[in-house]
């Protein structure tokens, strides 16, 4: 069986997730950095794109000054071409796997389809095999937009801060092609809200998992 994939991402007011140069920005405080170390804490991994990694250079862990005895998921990233830097932070702490679809015979990394990208439903699959059952996919744009283009989506955390980005080009939570008609807008069914810092977080759960 499939991991359940929950979404979580901060936006600004105007709908970015990050500068127009993809330069990371803080959109949320404390009181929402806890609870998305805690909901690290509750899943069996993380995934990220090499957007992300590149972009953020994330750890991806989750911190002792949020959760007492943390229990450290499993990091995953989504690198189609192993462009991961050797010196990615996110290697440094913990259990990593590189989903790639490149020929590579590498200890941590894992060969999923032989496409332009990681193929998500093996990735799925395996990471179902090795007892993945919740699996928290925290960006970029890119990276959501395909997780929802496939329909993989179960829930979708956004918090909205209470600052204005801009830019046509800065990064938002879904980005890729789009919907192209109204059939391909994505319904979801609205979970509930939390004030928290100063912002909302909403949550919602995707309509038809
Ligand atoms: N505010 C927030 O909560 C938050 C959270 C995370 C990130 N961010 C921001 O998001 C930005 C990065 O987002 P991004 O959209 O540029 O990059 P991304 O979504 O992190 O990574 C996209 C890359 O992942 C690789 N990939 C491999 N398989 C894929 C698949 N099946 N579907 C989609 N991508 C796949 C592709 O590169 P290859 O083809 O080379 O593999 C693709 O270009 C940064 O600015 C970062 O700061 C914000």
Redesign the pocket.
Known sequence: MRPKVIVN???SADGK??LPD???VK?SGEEDFERVHELRNEVDAIL?????VL??DPKLTVKRKYVEEPEHPLKIV????A?TPEDAVLFEKGEWMIATTEDLDKEGWMKCGSG???D?DILLESLGRMGVKKLLV?????????FFEKGLVDEYNVFVGSVIIGGKDA?TPV?GEGSQDEKGIIDMEFQGYELMDDGILLRFRVDGT
């Open positions: 991402v901060a936006m997730i990050a993809r330069t990371e959109i990220v794109g090499i957007g992300t972009s953020d989504l690198d189609s071409d462009r332009e990208q990681v998500l925290e960006g970029g744009g890119e990276v959501i937009s395909s990064p980005d």
